[in-house]
Nanobody, 124 residues
């Protein structure tokens, strides 16, 4: 599967952005798809993932209640709706995929398939 991320940008604290991850080459229902992020000087962090076949989701604690992951199987696209953004959410966000029927956000860094990153900048 190939992944293409989009939707990053610059937003003020408290604002919202929606990231998109389009999948090509394989049925998206065969994968769990998610996002991890990396800020300058910090380690990569798994943010959220979804098991596309059944909609099961996982989030890292710092984004629970603010971010929502969803999938549109007809469009073969996974979305990450990010609300109430904080300056500490500033990072390069990358989408990843694994041929699994479960997912855990904390484990995304070791994913099998990676898309390019998209920059999210939250100003204070």
């Amino acid at each position: 599967v190939q992944l293409q991320a989009s939707g990053g940008g610059v937003v003020e604290a408290g604002g919202s952005l929606r990231l998109s991850c389009a999948a090509f080459g394989s049925p998206v229902e065969d994968y769990s798809i998610g996002w991890f992020r990396q800020a300058p000087g910090k380690e990569r962090e798994g943010v959220s993932c979804i098991v596309v076949s059944d909609g099961t989701t996982s989030y890292t604690d710092s984004v629970k209640g603010r971010f929502t992951i969803s999938s549109d199987n007809a469009k073969k696209t996974v979305y990450l709706q990010m609300n109430s953004l904080l300056p500490e959410d500033t990072a390069v966000y990358s989408c990843v995929a694994n041929p699994l029927t479960f997912c855990i956000a904390a484990h995304l860094v070791g994913s099998d398939y990676w898309g390019q990153g998209t920059q999210v900048t939250v100003s204070s």
